[in-house]
Nanobody, 127 residues
Framework: QVQVVESGGGSVQAGESLTLSCAVFGYTYNSNCMAWFRQAPGKEREGVAAIGTGGGSTYYADSVKGRFTISQSNAKNTVYLQMNSLKPEDSAMYYC????????????????????WGRGTQVTVSS
């Protein structure tokens, strides 16, 4: 069964860092895309960062550029989100998403691009 599983969330103070991990099970991805999304209570799901798993291209939401970095393991079975200089407004449930077998068309920060989703990991940043 194809699935992605997030880990690494937690509670931190503003200005601190966290690294989220997304482990891929059930398939070896290649030439596809993966992304991190987040959703705070009462808000829509927001694309945070995306990566092309074949060529390594990366995309970021303006709100996290310069602070967050998406990367993948050499074995291409784990995607990471390094989050630095965290702010209270970064608090949300963070979800990993993957496009399995299909094409990564359009903006890679849009949820409809992806057909495999994790259950999320909570990030809370206090001031």
């Amino acid at each position: 069964q194809v699935q992605v599983v997030e880990s690494g969330g937690g509670s931190v103070q503003a200005g601190e860092s966290l690294t989220l991990s997304c482990a891929v099970f059930g398939y070896t991805y290649n030439s596809n895309c993966m992304a991190w999304f987040r959703q705070a209570p009462g808000k829509e799901r927001e694309g945070v960062a995306a990566i092309g798993t074949g060529g390594g291209s990366t995309y970021y939401a303006d709100s996290v550029k310069g602070r967050f970095t998406i990367s993948q393991s050499n074995a291409k079975n784990t995607v990471y989100l390094q989050m630095n200089s965290l702010k209270p407004e970064d608090s949300a449930m963070y979800y990993c998403a993957a496009q399995y077998l299909g094409l990564c068309a359009g903006s890679w920060l849009n949820p409809p691009v992806y057909n495999v989703w994790g259950r999320g990991t909570q990030v809370t940043v206090s001031s």
